[in-house]
């Protein structure tokens, strides 16, 4: 059975380098994994839609290298695949963020739809949530909605999706319902300003209670 892999511990990075056969360690799954690694390079060559979304990724990195915004690479991206209407999915909590996204890609040519996370005004009970379990106790409070996100987006027939700071967890069931590619404009961090790497930065200082092992 092959080994689990641990990229993230890695000093080596021989796959940059063409080199794994001699350098990698053994947990790399580059060897451990090559059947997966020859499966999915084949689907990159001959699956049409696949290979679009593959050319156009690798060519909005070399284009925009050190140059471009995310904002930029988004529209880059969008017209390489041959986009022409794009889906917003947005945080309630960033409405004035995915109107200024919005204002962006439709001066850049697209039609652009946009839904917020509160769709439909569900109360969290619907779910089996009681009064304790919620951010304002006792009160009405509106669950996130991403699979009706997702799903009016799939009906308007969007051809990229743009996640605008969905919750964690919200943007899984995104994920698994929309039906168009989905790309990410912001990351909620509610305690970083929606800069999320800013706690691995601060892991061994300002937030040392992420390597301390649960109570």
């Known amino acids: 059975m092959a080994r689990d892999p641990f990229c993230a511990e890695c000093s080596v990075q021989a796959c940059m380098k063409h080199t794994v056969p001699d350098e990698a360690p053994a947990y790399c799954p580059s060897l451990a994994f090559d059947g997966v690694v020859a499966r999915t390079r084949a689907e990159l060559r001959d699956d049409v839609e696949l290979h679009n979304l593959a050319t156009a990724a690798a060519r909005t990195e070399a284009t925009g290298y050190l140059r471009w915004t995310r904002v930029e690479e988004i529209v880059y991206f969008a017209r390489q695949i041959g ?57 009405f409070e509106a669950i996130c909605m991403p699979l009706a996100q997702a799903e009016i987006l799939n009906e308007r027939k969007t051809q990229l999706n743009v996640l605008v700071g969905l919750c964690v967890g919200h ?45």
């Not at 912001?186 to 649960?214: E, I, M, S, W």
């Open 171 to 215: 943007d899984s069931l995104f994920f698994k319902r929309s039906e168009a590619p989905v790309t990410v404009l912001v990351v909620k961090d509610r305690v970083t300003g929606h800069n999320p790497v800013a706690a691995l930065y601060g892991c061994h200082f300002y937030y040392k209670r992420l390597l301390q092992p649960p109570p």
């Open 83 to 139: 986009a022409r209407k794009l889906g917003i999915a947005t945080c309630v909590g960033l409405i004035h963020e995915s109107r200024l996204a919005s204002r962006i890609f439709r001066k850049q040519g697209f039609k652009v739809v946009s839904v917020c996370c509160k769709v439909g005004s569900v109360d969290k009970s619907e779910i089996g949530l009681g009064p304790e379990e919620r951010i304002h106790k006792g009160e």
